[in-house]
């Protein structure tokens, strides 16, 4: 079978990937592709026994360091967007009305731009992990789809605190702490 010449290629070249986080994300990526298309046709070693075959991912996310150093390199590219998303100019003016389409959406209520990069991100971390094996995901979205919504959750919180103060302290002086 030929599977075992691609383990090991994978093991042999993956340590010289950890520094290229983006070429890193990638090979990830491809090799849980090409695992759920194996999986998809039926494909079974014959050497495994009563389990799930883990894939060829395996031997990448199976290797802790490789897996965090992977993780690492995802949660970057994802924290730069992020800031990016939130720190233009125009990222908490609402959409132009011409440029959103109620029937569209879920809710009336116009979005911030910022909103929608923020669930345009969330929806590309959700890709990224739906073809991780199980017991990968969990840590994948801790560590990254978590921290993403609770620090935005937090910046929409603070402006909205900051904007009560403001408002409500100049109309009742002294009748807020």
């Not at 125009?90 to 959409?95: C, I, R």
């Not at 209520?109 to 199980?134: E, G, H, K």
Request: charged share 20%.
């Amino acid at each position: 079978m030929l599977l075992p010449p691609l383990a090991q290629r994978l093991q042999h070249h993956i340590p010289q990937l950890l520094t290229l986080p983006p070429i890193l994300a990638h090979t990830i990526y491809q090799t849980l592709e090409f695992d759920g298309v194996l999986r998809s046709r039926g494909y079974r070693p014959r050497d495994i026994g009563a389990g799930d075959w883990p894939g060829l991912s395996e031997v990448i996310l199976g290797k802790r360091e490789w897996f965090e150093k992977w993780v690492e390199g995802e949660r970057a590219f994802f924290d730069e967007r992020y800031y990016s998303a939130i720190s233009t100019s125009e990222a908490w003016h609402l959409v132009s009305e011409e440029d959103y389409d109620p029937m569209d959406a879920r809710s009336a209520v116009r979005p911030t731009n910022s909103a929608l990069r923020i669930a345009d991100l969330c929806s590309q971390l959700t890709d990224r992990y739906r073809p991780l094996p199980t017991i990968y995901t969990l840590p994948f979205l801790l560590s990254l789809h978590l921290p993403l919504l609770a620090s935005y959750a937090g910046r929409i919180s603070s402006a909205l605190d900051a904007f009560e103060s403001m408002s409500f302290g100049s109309i009742l002086p002294g009748a807020l702490a």
